[in-house]
């Protein structure tokens, strides 16, 4: 119960800085300096202010200062961290696994939203995210990080090869995240990469009905949510996927 807890309040912590993360990473601004000022009147945020969650419920979602609104984005990112991490703790798994599903759900969280706002897939994090996913696999887990090199190679090799012959429809951020989705993931990579392709037609038949072809073909959907997406669902349901799969197919 208490790592429960500590793996709450640590996501809803870190999500509070990923909303800085989120925020200035896509203007080339510091993470670090100036403080967490409102956007609005530039007032300093108080450290009594910056509480995840609390303060904006508190402050009932307007600034101390000039009151102007404060998106809801903020409490909502770091509700979704924290509620993310408690639920990687309850799946269980070694060490090395909840670590690594901790680590790599508080990448995607600033991937898929920088890129769903911005359309693009900051290279500093999925550097960081293939350096963290190195580390830590061959730190607590030697004897699996093969499979996870290989699979990070093959995940980026495949969306290379889309990104080379469809440039329009693939990025190479993409490509990059991939790579790194095959790192944390090992083989569970192979159900996220076919779940975000599956969400990512289903979403642009979507729009192909609405808009009609023309117009869906002229609209920007960005991937990596799309393989956020995926990812998460192979970080929960990753491992039963593969092992129904080569069970029921391959003998």
Known sequence: ME??????????IF??????????????????????????????????????????LALRGRCRDCAAPIPRRYPLVEAV?????VAAVLAGGSTANVVLDVVFILLLVPIALIDLEHRIIPN????LG???????????????????????????????????????????????????MGLFLGASVAPAMLIALLAGTLVGGVLAVREGAHAARKTAVPFGPFLALGSLVAVFAGEPIVNWYTTSFLR
């Open 3 to 12: 790592t429960v807890s500590f793996a709450g309040m640590f996501g809803a």
């Open 130 to 180: 293939a350096l963290l996913a190195i580390a830590i696999g061959t730190a607590l887990d030697p004897s699996s990080e093969p499979t996870r090199l290989i699979a990070g190679a093959a995940a980026g090799g495949a969306l290379l090869a889309t990104a080379l012959a469809y440039p329009r429809g693939m990025g190479m951020g993409d490509v990059k995240l991939a790579a790194v």
């Open 81 to 85: 961290s924290a509620g993310l991490c």
């Open 124 to 127: 500093p994090l999925v550097a």
């Open 15 to 56: 999500g509070s800085f990923l909303n800085v993360v989120v925020y200035r990473l896509p203007r080339h601004q510091s993470l670090v300096k100036p403080r967490s000022r409102c956007p609005h009147c530039s007032a300093p945020i108080r450290p009594y202010d910056n509480v995840p969650l609390f303060s904006w």
